[in-house]
């Protein structure tokens, strides 16, 4: 069995502050991970993923996640906000069938 | 190479009229999911199918919910006799092999309103 917690339901940034989106697991595999954005009536956007190379993953935007087993969390960080990173961010594991667990969203405000 | 296409993008039907949601994915993709999101909620997966194949339906609920990808085709998520709690947004993803670490790619999503 596999989960996931997103520690915020909902967190708030100045612009030009750092992010940081909490996201814990758990697996009974070697997951993989996937950090979606989905902005206000869109779809989901895949930011960037874990499947078990390098720990720290770069995405697009500049958003990153780092994988951390002793810890069993994947956090998404971006060193300095912008408005228009203001959505709601989705934390997933997947597990080597391909059953995705989504976690319940953080949603991130940027105050001017 | 158009990205994973669903239709309609909103939805609105009355208590007990059928609903039914269509994705195409991705080319070359073989596998199909279908998510519900809810207000105030994550997504929860529903069903999971290859080419007329239903591969996992565990997430389904057990009435008036169904399913299908056919030979040609788009996938069809088919709701029967809808009733307001069926309202929320319905994402559909595509992947090529359904293997692990697979990427998902995921449509705009279909609103679903019910009166």
């Known amino acids: 069995a596999q989960s996931v917690t997103q520690l915020d339901s909902h967190v708030s940034v100045s612009e030009g502050t750092p992010v940081l989106l909490r996201c814990n697991y758990s697996s009974s595999y070697s997951p993989s991970l996937f950090w979606y954005v989905q902005h206000p009536n869109k779809g989901l956007q895949l930011l960037l993923k874990y499947t078990s190379a390098a720990t720290l993953v770069k995405g697009i935007n500049g958003f990153e996640a780092e994988f951390k087993k002793s810890e069993t969390s994947f956090h998404l960080t971006k060193p300095s906000a912008h408005m228009s990173d203001a959505a709601e961010y989705f934390c997933v594991v997947s597990d080597p069938s391909n059953d995705m667990r989504f976690g319940a969203g953080t949603r991130l405000t940027v105050k001017p | ?115």
């Open chain 2, 1 to 115: 190479n158009a990205g994973v296409m669903q239709n309609p993008r909103h939805l609105v039907r009355r208590r007990g009229q059928e609903a039914r949601l269509r994705c195409s994915p991705m080319k070359g993709h073989s596998h199909v999911y279908w998510y519900r999101q809810l207000p105030e909620e994550g997504l929860k997966f529903m069903v999971y199918l290859q080419k007329e194949n239903i591969i996992d339906e565990s997430g389904m609920p057990k009435e008036r919910f169904s399913a299908e990808f056919p030979k040609e085709g788009p996938s069809i998520l088919r709701i029967q006799q809808v009733v307001r709690g069926d309202s929320a947004a319905y994402f559909c993803a595509s992947s090529p092999l359904g293997a692990e670490g697979e990427t998902q790619y995921f449509g705009p999503g279909t609103r679903l309103l019910v009166l």
